[in-house]
């Protein structure tokens, strides 16, 4: 059962352009949502997350949209550079789970120069 | 930023035989995570571990598996014997504390390839 799930396997965008990633869940006890980044040959690494309190966070070029109600969060990297070329998850976790995540597939994004 | 170190990068092995994939977690942190990603699919929890003892596990984590840290040395995941299905890349992951929101950090992953 796919409980995350990413909308797309990969998605190219012009530098300079706004990517935009999407992520639903089917799990309405889920409440932090965080996304990790994995460069090729890395393990991936805590970009930003949020609770499910929240309806944005933002730290710098990234932010977080989260919408409860459809149960679906993007993320969105403005400015994009050659540099944020990467694979995306979105992962989802629960109270009292000592850490575990649920990942979803992944979005290999690549930026064009 | 902390760095958790998994040692081999790739692991071929015969069906059937042992195989233990190491992990050097970050040095503070307190508990410790193995992932299970088959080719293509989502990376999957597979069991945690905190305190010399299992946390909990996933349905993935079959009787064939088995997790120890020893003395604070390498957090390690053994499979015996091994099944063409346990080919995957095993991601280790640790964290300074447990709760739902604690920041895992990720190995680059072991790939076993089983033949």
């Known amino acids: 059962q796919q409980q995350v799930r990413q909308s797309s396997q990969s998605l190219t965008v012009w530098e300079g352009e706004t990517a935009i990633l999407n992520c639903s869940y089917e799990?309405?006890?889920?409440?932090?949502f965080p996304w990790y980044q994995q460069f090729p040959g890395e393990g991936p690494a805590l970009l930003i997350a949020i609770r499910s309190v929240s309806d944005k966070k933002e730290d710098g070029r990234f932010t977080i949209f989260f919408n409860k109600r459809e149960k679906n969060l993007s993320l969105h990297i403005k400015d994009s550079q050659p540099g944020d070329s990467a694979t995306y998850f979105c992962?989802?976790?629960?109270?009292?789970?000592?850490?575990?995540?649920?990942f979803g597939q992944g979005t290999k994004l690549s930026i064009k120069p | 930023g902390p760095k958790v170190l998994q040692i081999p990068s790739h692991q071929i092995i015969d069906m059937g035989q042992m195989v233990t994939l190491n992990c050097d977690p970050v040095s503070n942190h307190l508990y410790f995570y193995w992932y299970k990603q088959i080719l293509g699919q989502q990376m999957e929890f597979l069991v945690n571990?905190?305190?010399?003892?299992?946390?909990?596990k996933s349905k993935l984590f079959k009787d064939q598996f088995s997790v120890e840290r020893p003395d604070g040395s390498y957090f390690t995941l053994k499979i015996q014997p091994t099944a063409l299905e346990d080919s995957a890349v095993y991601f280790c992951a640790s964290s300074p504390t447990g709760g739902s929101q604690n920041t895992l950090y990720f190995g680059a992953g072991t790939r076993l390839s089983v033949l």
């Open positions: 571990f905190y305190n010399g003892k299992v946390m909990e």
């Open positions: 799990n309405s006890a889920f409440d932090y």
């Open positions: 992962a989802a976790s629960w109270n009292y789970n000592q850490g575990k995540l649920i």
